[in-house]
C-alpha cells in the first residue's frame, strides 16, 4: 500500500515537474539564447560554429545545455508557490495600504459586488465617482444605483459582514480570489485554513486529493508560463538593447513579451477559481475528520505530563514517573488485538 502510493505521488510529480517546469523553461531559455546569439552574433555563424564540431563536443554542449535547463527547471518547481505569490499581489503588501497599486479598486470592487447600493449612496452624498468602480463591461449611468453581485463576490472577494472588512483584499484579481477560498472556511467555521489545512488534506479521500493536485497544477501552469514569459522579455530587451536592435525589434519582443504573461495571467483566473471551490468544499464536507482526530483535553494533559515524565528520564536519569498517565491513556485508547 505505501508502494502504491509512493509510485502514485512519483508519478504526479513527473508530470507536475514536466509541464509546469521542465517544457515552459526549455522554451523560454531557448528563446532568450536565440535573442542572444542574433543580437550579439547571427543564428548562421552559430549554426556553422555547430556544424564544425566533432561529434564528442556536439554531445558535451547539447549535454551542458540540457543539464542547464534542468538546473533553471528545478529552480522553477522549487518556488512554485513563490510564483503564484507573486501574482498574487504579496510583495506589494509591504507598502502602505492607501499606496499599493490596485487596493482602492479591489476595495471598491469588493463592497460594491457584496452590498452594492450602499456603496453607491456613500459615493453620491460625498460627490465623488471614479470611473474604475464599475465591473468590467459594466458602466454605471448618472443617477443608476449599483445593485449587489453576490454571485461574483463570492468567488472574488472574502465576504463583507462589517465596515471595513473591503479593506482586507490584495491589489490583484488572483490574490482576491484565494483570499476569499481562505477566509471561507474562518468565516463559516472558525477553522483557520493557514493552521489547518495541512492538516485536513492527509485525511481526504485520495480521489479528493488527487483531484485538488490537478486543479492546483492547472493553475501553476499558466503562472509559471507568464512568469517566464515577462522574464524572457526583460532580459532580452536587455540583451536587445545592449546589442543596440532596432527600436522595433526590441518593442516587438518587449511587447510581445508581457502580452503573453498578461494573456496567461488573466487564463489562471477561472483556474483559480476552481481551485478555491476545492479547498471550501474540503472543508465544508471534511471538515469533522479533523475533530475525529484530534486528541481530547484529557489525552492532551496525560501526554504532555507523560512526555514530560519521559523527557526528564531521558535527559536526567530521573525514575520513571508516567505510569498514571500513560495507564489513563491506555483506558482511554484500547489497543485492538489485531495491532
Known amino acids: 500500500m505505501v508502494t502504491d502510493a509512493l509510485a502514485q505521488l512519483s508519478t504526479v510529480f ?19 539564447a536565440a535573442v542572444c546569439a542574433s543580437s550579439f552574433g547571427s543564428l548562421i555563424e552559430l549554426s556553422d560554429w555547430w556544424s564544425h564540431l566533432d561529434i564528442l563536443s556536439k554531445a558535451l554542449w547539447a549535454i551542458a545545455y540540457l543539464a542547464t535547463i534542468w538546473f533553471l527547471a528545478g529552480a522553477v518547481a522549487s518556488q ?10 504579496y510583495p506589494l503588501t509591504r507598502l502602505p495600504r492607501r499606496r499599493m497599486p490596485g487596493f482602492t479598486w479591489h476595495s471598491r470592487q469588493a463592497r460594491r459586488l457584496w452590498v452594492g447600493d450602499h456603496v453607491a449612496e456613500t ?3 460625498s460627490g465623488e465617482r471614479s470611473t474604475d468602480e464599475t465591473d468590467e463591461g459594466d458602466e454605471a449611468e448618472e443617477g443608476e444605483l449599483y445593485e449587489p453581485r453576490q454571485d461574483l463576490a463570492y468567488y472574488r472577494y472574502r465576504l463583507i459582514e462589517h465596515d471595513g472588512d473591503e479593506y482586507d483584499v490584495l491589489p490583484t484579481r488572483l490574490g482576491n480570489i484565494l483570499l476569499a477560498a481562505e477566509r471561507y472556511p474562518l468565516l ?6 493557514i493552521y489547518f489545512w495541512p492538516r485536513l488534506f492527509p485525511l481526504l479521500p485520495k480521489q479528493f ?9 492547472q493553475l501553476e501552469f499558466p503562472l509559471v508560463v507568464a512568469f517566464l514569459s515577462s522574464m524572457t522579455a526583460w532580459l532580452g530587451g536587455l540583451a536587445l538593447l545592449y546589442a543596440e536592435a532596432t527600436p ?30 476545492q479547498q471550501r468544499t474540503a472543508f465544508d464536507l471534511y471538515r469533522h475528520l479533523l475533530l475525529n482526530q484530534w486528541p481530547t483535553p484529557s489525552d492532551v494533559r496525560d501526554e504532555r505530563k507523560a512526555f514530560g515524565d519521559i523527557t526528564d528520564f531521558i535527559v536526567s536519569n530521573v525514575d520513571p514517573q508516567w505510569g ?16
Open 14 to 32: 513527473r508530470r507536475r515537474f514536466l509541464f509546469n517546469a521542465l517544457l515552459p523553461t526549455l522554451v523560454f531559455v531557448s528563446l532568450f
Open 123 to 125: 459615493l453620491r452624498s
Open 209 to 217: 486529493q488527487s483531484d485538488y493536485e490537478k486543479f492546483q497544477q
Open 188 to 193: 463559516h467555521y472558525g477553522i483557520d485554513s
Open 80 to 89: 512554485w508557490r513563490g510564483i503564484v505569490r507573486l501574482f498574487e499581489g
Open 248 to 277: 522595433e525589434l526590441f518593442l516587438a519582443w518587449f511587447a510581445g513579451g508581457n502580452l503573453v504573461a498578461y494573456l496567461f495571467y488573466v487564463l489562471s483566473i477561472t483556474n483559480a477559481e476552481e481551485l478555491g471551490e
Open 324 to 339: 498514571r498517565p500513560q495507564q489513563a491513556h491506555r483506558r482511554r485508547h484500547p489497543v485492538s488485538p489485531s495491532n
